[in-house]
């Protein structure tokens, strides 16, 4: 047992809004600079949609993440030398274009108008060529379903869904979507860095963050179209690949990352979870349906004396074991299963993990009136969304894994309903409960971390204080004083 | 002046490829890049950047090999035939990279596409010196025939009393003119190299072919497995 700690985080999609908040706290902290503006480490794509870069989950067309060939598990870009063959022209790149080109405005024609009788126009610029340019898209041109007969209707999703259904989903009346908050997963087993020809993109041993080495870089474009949630950004500016770095300055000391610290919703939970680094490959390779239940049984028990004896024969610390014991990412992935990862069929082995929105159901329209049906929120047969789809995202098409996840939920539901409102009655509240596979425990746990959990109970990060542990033993005053973390120099296009 | 271009210029010219190479990966390692631009543009590239790479490379396989063993390369081109075919090959790739080359300065004129806007001075010159090595290149092939047979017994040991550092430059003194364009356009390229987007020549990632797939690196050393 090759016991690992990996920083890892839970998105609890019920409580997302749809701000922006944490997309603008990443950009406002790593991505103004020049090359950077159309990159969002993090962003928030609307469901059904096709995402940002544009209809990235398709891997026949990107050919991101890993697939099962016989007993190996292999790169589903390409093999090793096609690769080496392919570097001066990267045949699964996406184009700027299916991001997004990113502009600004002429604002100065506006502050440095003469008085005149017409009113002055800022037009739109491109901060590429700084030429003027015509907007065509945005990084997220489909929110709350805009276009959605281009977008959302060409979701890769919706794949396996008939044509009746796919139809009524986008009913006027029936109109349903849901937020994705998406960023980078810092899988377990990362096909960026198994795509990246110069061997820049390492995984931290500590902590499990994937980071790109700017110094090893080449600007080789692999690991763009190795990753399939195309979290890896080609600085079009420097020639290098950047992508988010899981505040690691901030995990550092002690704070959580910008887009988590920042999240109204407060749908964002990060702690550490221990796990086995020994058996990554042979999860990463099982059948589809097997792999939601095969990456949880990675995750150790770190209350296990086993588990903490074979950690601290690792030379984990016990600070980092005390913070895996209290991790809220441990108790809804692995406790209360609640928690999914997106895509596991690309086989990488995130370590972002979702809960799955309970969404309203069907609700028909008589003579003008609205009506729902009585269970808004309680009912599972009548959800408005395909379950098909939810697997689709979250459980590579195992619908029976997405019902266990949202039987406990509605449990929950029913039960607070019950001891709050009192219109539940205790039959129905003891059906909910069997069907849930739960108990009053459990559910009053659930309630506590998902509705009233404080700062310090979303985010449990260790004590890595690596910055302060330097200081103690070494003069790191002329680094700081020199421009802080890591570069000395301003960073700039070739030499 | 035989001297100065043929001994001086090349020793200059390679001592600061490899000085100024090995100081600037050290020291400034984030400036060495390929610096693509295909993000921005990739429906031309592909034109210009496939037949540019596969071209050059062929052809400047086929000077190395012949530099290394001129002794094989007699052999081989001893048969008229043989020659005959080498030299088409050689013409048909320089055509090809040309071709390629062409693209990909055309795709960089301001205007013609979102790579312009990350074309630097440095970029032109490289791109023209590289765009005269082949042109003269190929007019050498075309002109003084037959290139592959003379090389071997003019640059041929003119290179190698350059690298056992006895340098002579008798052999190469006579010829034409436009051969030794080739000769000094190279060393020009040679001495562009550390100081352009060139840099990335070396840097081709052979290891990957047997390197694990994972990296992860500690930050304190690890205690060994179990
Ligand atoms: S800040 Fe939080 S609530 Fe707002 S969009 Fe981001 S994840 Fe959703």
Not at chain 1, 5 to 20: A, N, P
Not at chain 1, 271 to 279: I, P
Not at chain 1, 359 to 381: K, R
Not at chain 1, 464 to 490: C, D, H, P, S, V
């Amino acid at each position: 047992m090759d016991v690992r700690c990996q920083v890892s985080m839970v998105f609890h999609l019920d409580k997302c809004i749809g701000c922006h908040t944490c997309s603008l706290a990443c950009k406002n902290l790593w991505t103004g600079r020049p090359g950077t503006e159309y990159m969002w480490w993090n962003n928030v794509e609307t469901k059904p949609g096709t995402g940002y870069p544009t209809l990235y989950e398709d891997q026949e067309e990107y050919r991101g993440g890993w697939e099962v060939d016989g007993d190996r598990l292999r790169l589903k870009l390409d093999t090793r030398a096609g690769e080496l063959l392919n570097l001066a022209f990267n045949p699964r790149l996406p184009s700027l274009d299916d991001y997004y080109e990113p502009w600004t405005y002429t604002y100065e024609t506006l502050t440095d108008a003469p008085l005149q009788d017409d009113q002055p126009v800022a037009v739109p610029v491109s901060l590429v060529t700084r030429r003027e340019m015509e907007i065509e898209a945005g990084p997220n041109w489909d929110d709350d379903l805009g276009g959605s007969p281009i977008y959302a209707a060409n979701d890769p999703n919706l794949k396996g869904i008939d044509e009746e259904t796919r139809r009524r989903l986008f009913e006027t009346e029936r109109l349903v979507f849901f937020y994705l908050p998406r960023m980078c997963n810092h899988c377990l087993n990362p096909s960026c860095a198994a795509a990246c020809p110069a061997g820049a993109i390492y995984k931290r041993g500590e902590d499990g963050i994937v980071l790109v080495s700017q110094e090893q870089c080449m600007g080789w474009r692999m690991c763009i179209s190795g990753c399939p949630y195309k979290k890896v950004y080609y600085n079009w500016f420097t020639g290098k690949s950047e992508k988010c770095i899981l505040c690691y300055p901030r995990l550092e000391t002690q704070q959580a990352p910008a887009c988590m610290h920042s999240c109204v919703g407060r749908i964002r939970y990060l702690g550490v979870l221990l796990y086995d680094a020994d058996r990554i490959e042979e999860v990463a390779r099982r059948p589809d349906h097997e792999l939601v239940e095969a990456q949880r049984s990675l995750i150790l028990d770190p209350c296990d004396p086993d588990v903490i004896r074979a950690a601290k024969a690792k030379g984990i610390e016990d600070g980092v074991i005390a913070a895996a014991q209290r991790s809220p990412v441990y108790q809804y992935v692995k406790v209360w299963g609640l928690a999914l990862p997106l895509h596991p069929e690309f086989r990488t082995l995130p370590m972002l993990f979702y809960v799955p929105p309970l969404l309203p159901v069907t609700g028909s329209v008589d003579d003008g009136v609205y009506e729902t049906s009585a269970d808004f929120f309680s009912s599972l047969e009548s959800a408005r969304l395909p379950i098909r789809y939810l697997a689709s995202l979250f459980t590579a098409g195992d619908e029976e894994k997405v019902v266990e996840v949202y039987r406990k939920l509605i449990a929950v539901r029913v039960y607070k309903r019950g001891e709050t409102v009192g219109d539940v009655t205790p039959a129905r509240v003891a059906e909910a409960l069997e069907l849930g596979r739960t108990t009053p425990e459990e559910i009053e746990a659930i309630y506590r971390l998902t509705s009233l959990a404080s700062f310090e109970e979303r985010f449990v990060i260790p004590p890595f204080a690596r910055e302060a542990a330097i200081n103690l033993i070494q003069l790191t005053q002329t680094r700081q004083e020199g421009g802080g973390m890591g570069f000395l120099r301003a960073p700039r296009r070739g030499l | 002046m035989q001297t100065l271009v043929f001994v001086v210029f090349p020793y200059v010219a390679v001592l600061l490829a490899i000085g100024v190479g090995v100081y600037r990966r050290r020291a400034r390692a984030y400036t060495y890049s390929a610096l693509s631009s295909q993000l921005l543009e990739g429906g031309r590239l592909f034109w210009g950047s496939v037949p540019w790479h596969y071209g050059i490379t062929l052809i400047l396989l086929a000077h190395l090999l012949a530099f290394l063993f001129p002794g094989v390369a007699g052999l081989i081109l001893a048969s008229p035939i043989r020659l005959f075919v080498a030299e088409a090959i050689g013409l048909a790739l320089g055509f090809y990279s040309i071709f390629g080359l062409a693209i990909l300065m055309v795709r960089r004129l301001p205007g013609q596409s979102r790579a312009s806007a990350v074309s630097s001075t440095m970029d032109w010159v490289l791109l023209l010196f590289l765009a005269v090595q082949v042109a003269t290149g190929v007019a050498v092939a075309l002109f003084d025939r037959w290139g592959s047979l003379w090389f071997l017994s003019s640059a041929v040991p003119w290179l190698r009393s350059l690298v056992l550092l006895r340098p002579d430059a008798a052999t190469v003194a006579g010829l034409p003119l436009l051969v030794q364009a080739h000769f000094v356009c190279g060393f020009v390229l040679v001495l562009l190299f550390p100081f352009s987007r060139l840099v990335h020549v070396v840097m081709l990632p052979a290891g990957y072919l047997w390197r694990p797939y994972q990296v992860v690196i500690w930050n304190r050393e690890r205690r060994a497995h179990d």
